[in-house]
T-cell receptor
């Protein structure tokens, strides 16, 4: 199984500032995924981060607001730019890992999340 | 497009009582179905999954779920709830193992002493 760590675990930020969230995986993965979980809501995919190419963003999310870096196969960052209170959410990093003995099945693993509060 | 509905936003049960969390999905073919649990301040943990075969699947922490194709449902059950089961539970559907999942809105479980 994949072990995923995120930094910071939580932060309180002022409106208009930016925060960069780090995601570290204990094994090499081709794609890393960033999700947002707004208060009381389910998970929404923000973007897919591929190593060596630009991230692919889902509808409603843009690179200027959520720039992503993917410098190597075990690490990615998500920046929340020019924050407003509406950006208060939990941000989760996720990867797929093949499960041994299960054929082509890849299980999705999630990091512990970064809880962001914007004042 | 696939979708997942969890009709119950909140559920409260007494410790020791049985539990059933509902999940309905919409998908044109045989789905891959998952239940995840998110404890306060934690990430998501996979409880169990269904791909094919026996429609009653066993998971971790004493949970089980039953796939009912005729009802497009994949309800999660536990015969006796423990206080530590208080958490948010998410049902998810995928159309191929390892492809992106579509999550339901979640059900928040509270356990009374």
């Amino acid at each position: 199984s994949a072990v995923i760590s995120q930094k910071p675990s939580r932060d309180i930020c002022q409106r208009g500032t930016s925060l960069t969230i780090q995601c570290q995986v204990d094994s090499q993965v081709t794609m890393m995924f960033w999700y947002r979980q707004q208060p009381g809501q389910s998970l929404t995919l923000i973007a897919t981060a591929n190593q060596g190419s630009e991230a692919t963003y889902e509808s409603g999310f843009v690179i200027d607001k959520f720039p992503i870096s993917r410098p190597n196969l075990t690490f990615s960052t998500l920046t929340v730019s020019n924050m407003s209170p509406e950006d208060s959410s939990i941000y989760l990093c996720s990867v797929f890992q093949p499960v041994s003995g299960a054929g082509s099945y890849n299980e999705q693993f999630f990091g512990p999340g970064t809880r962001l509060t914007v004042l | 497009a696939q979708s997942v509905t969890q009709p119950d936003i909140h559920i409260t049960v007494s410790e020791g009582a049985s539990l059933e969390l509902r999940c309905n999905y919409s998908y044109g073919a045989t789905p891959y179905l998952f239940w995840y649990v998110q404890s306060p301040g934690q990430g998501l943990q996979l409880l169990l999954k269904y791909f094919s075969g026996d429609t009653l699947v066993q998971g971790i922490k004493g949970f089980e779920a039953e796939f009912k194709r005729s009802q497009s449902s994949f309800n999660l059950r536990k015969p006796s709830v423990h206080w530590s089961d208080a958490a948010e539970y998410f049902c998810a559907v995928g159309h191929n193992a390892g492809n992106m999942l579509t999550f339901g809105g979640g059900t928040r479980l509270m356990v009374k002493p």
